[in-house]
């Protein structure tokens, strides 16, 4: 009986050796993610943020193991694709030409392109009009006007001096503000009638000034509204529609780069987001342009009062995790996601991160 047992007991050992009878535990999904916050942070044991969030209730919902692997956009895009990384997770909008190489998930937040601006960008049309009213080329227009309308009064005034006293009194102080109201209002063919030369020189004079006051006229007209249209064209970007004549800045290697491309805009591209708004800061450009609550986020963190957010959105979409063609976790990930934004819980996760919506 003692051998018989022996001999059981060494049956057991090497069938467990051979692993027969084991279940293999599955290695953990690879997740590529990009930092985009308020979306993906980096945190004090890896990342954190509203899109992470999401992918740790939905790895618990599904019973997924998985581990973070932190990288660039490209990467994420070419290593989903490549089935180098088992599922992609950041700020990733659904485009044609993504989802051409990948299988994307149903939306999980929807956002759009938004536009930032220097706060004295953001003005309303009629304070930026009352503001541009004092820019240096204004004052230097009227500053001209009134100098010429001062030599045309004093001439007037001394032509007419000793033989019109009534209307062009004999002191310099009185007689040159006669000459030069006589110079304004023939100017801009008032004609009130209350000052006229009588004197031959005088009326030559006004003569000329009447024709030549046309000339004037034009030229100041234009001055003004060239001062106006440059100063409107640099602080007036009110929607994207000014953008085309506006100096833009655009995230490099971004899905945005394309769609201001193909709306005509041409745009200067910047390694980060950061470095963007802290350009705009500087007037080295006139607006921003990226995904409307990343920008949001950073206007708020980082340049309070410096900076604005215009209201406006465009081109809306929506953010999704990318997986590789065909992934059999398309599915049971897009029940997870409908389950979970629809939860008071993620309402209230939303707001933590981005605050109230607008």
């Known amino acids: 009986m003692r051998s018989k047992h022996l001999f059981g007991l060494a049956f057991v050992l090497w069938f467990a050796a051979l692993g027969y009878g084991q279940t293999e535990t599955p290695e953990p999904l690879i997740v590529a993610t990009k930092l985009a916050e308020p979306f993906v942070m980096e945190g004090p044991e890896g990342p954190v943020g509203l899109s992470i969030d999401l992918w740790n209730a939905i790895a618990e919902d599904l019973g997924l193991s998985f581990e973070y692997r932190l990288t660039s956009l490209d990467d994420l895009i070419d290593g989903v694709a490549t089935e180098r990384y088992d599922a992609g997770i950041a700020a990733i909008s659904v485009t044609p030409d993504r989802e051409s190489v990948l299988d994307m998930t149903h939306g999980y937040y929807t956002d759009g392109l938004g536009i930032a601006v220097a706060s004295g960008g953001a003005r309303s049309p009629w304070l930026s009009v009352l503001n541009n009213f004092f820019t240096l080329g204004f004052l230097t227009a009227v500053g001209a006007l009134t100098l010429l309308l001062m030599g045309v009064g004093i001439a007037m005034w001394l032509v007419e001096r000793k033989r019109n006293t009534e209307e062009f009194r004999s002191r310099p102080t009185k007689g040159i503000g006669d000459g030069f109201w006589f110079a304004a209002v023939t100017m801009t063919t008032v004609g009130y009638g209350d000052k006229s030369p009588r004197t031959l020189p005088g ?66 591209a910047f390694g980060s987001v950061q470095e963007g708004l802290e350009a705009l800061a500087d007037d080295q450009i006139d607006a921003f342009v990226h995904d409307w609550s990343i920008l949001r986020y ?9 900076l604005w957010m215009l209201d406006s959105r465009f081109n809306v979409g929506s953010f999704a995790i990318a997986l590789p063609p065909g992934s059999a976790l398309r599915e049971p990930i897009n029940r997870a996601i409908l389950e979970i934004t629809r939860s008071p819980v993620w309402q209230r996760t939303v707001e933590r991160y981005l605050g109230p919506t607008p």
Do not use: C, N, Y
């Not at 024709?211 to 640099?234: D, H």
């Open 203 to 268: 009326r030559a004079m006004a003569l000329v000034w009447m024709f030549a006051s046309i000339i004037v006229i034009s030229a100041f007209t234009g001055a003004i509204a060239s001062s106006l249209t440059a100063a409107q064209i640099s602080t007036g970007v009110r929607g994207p529609e000014d953008l085309r004549t506006a100096r833009t800045g655009v995230l490099a290697d971004s899905a945005t780069v394309g769609i201001l491309k193909d709306r005509g805009v041409s745009a200067k």
């Open 298 to 306: 950073r206007v708020t963190e980082d340049h309070p009062g410096e």
